[in-house]
């Protein structure tokens, strides 16, 4: 299985202020068909994952433009270029290029 | 719009058997094939197992090789996931989540499924 390394694992970081997140995967996340299908998602306690960005760095609707997701072959980012207070949970990078899917250990983003 | 909705929490004992529903809606359900996800202390989020658009295709984890069947319901737009041989370390909460190339845009409200004697 392709193993999801995340850092850090706590993150904590003063309001309006940057946070970058780091997620390294065990073998190159590009798919035979030469997509990278690397996601990240953010959940709150009590509540699913949402996710915020596929495909390295394609945002999902209604994600605020202050997250950005970037990175190639086995290395990605995603990074809040200014923390709010909304942002504080636990996030996620997944890989769904190779069967099964995994997922990172988590970050969990606290202000 | 896009919902799972999955069913109630359960409480179980050890090598007891757990059936959990996901009934999606807003969409064309036979279109997308739906994976289950699991969340547990001690192993964070997991692939638990999936079943294609035409429900004869399924595969599993290899963790739960034996125990686990997925199976769907076109009729109703229901997907259920049933684990067998309950262990205490299968005390999680279990989504239901739509796949589409390699992701998971919508994921059930998940299920908590605990295990204890």
Redesign the interface.
């Known amino acids: 299985d392709v193993v999801m390394t995340q850092s850090p694992l706590s993150l904590p970081v003063a309001l309006g202020q940057p946070a970058s997140i780091s997620c390294t995967s065990s073998q190159s996340l590009v798919h035979r068909n030469g997509n990278t299908y690397l996601n990240w998602f953010h959940q709150r306690p009590g509540h699913s994952p949402r996710r915020l960005i596929y495909e390295v760095s394609i945002r999902d609707s209604g994600v605020p433009d202050r997250f950005s997701g970037s990175g190639s072959g086995t290395d990605f980012t995603l990074k809040i270029n200014r923390v709010d207070a909304e942002d504080v949970g636990i996030y996620y990078c997944m890989q769904g290029s190779h069967w099964p899917y995994t997922f990172g250990q988590g970050t969990k983003l606290e202000i | 719009q896009v919902q799972l909705v999955q069913s109630g929490a359960e409480m179980k004992k050890p090598g007891a058997s757990v059936k959990i529903s996901c009934k999606a809606s807003g969409y064309s359900f036979t279109t997308y094939d739906m ?1 289950w996800v699991r969340q547990t202390p001690g192993q ?4 638990v197992g999936r079943i294609g658009t035409s429900g004869d295709d399924t ?1 599993y ?2 963790k739960f090789q034996g125990r686990l069947t997925v199976t769907r319901d076109s009729s109703t737009a229901t997907v259920y996931m049933e684990l067998s041989s309950l262990r205490s370390d299968d005390t999680g909460v279990y ?1 239901c989540a739509r ?1 589409r ?5 919508y ?4 299920t908590l499924v605990t295990v204890s004697s």
């Open positions: 994976h964070g989020l997991e692939w595969t984890g290899q989504y796949d190339m390699g992701s998971y845009e994921w059930g409200q998940g």
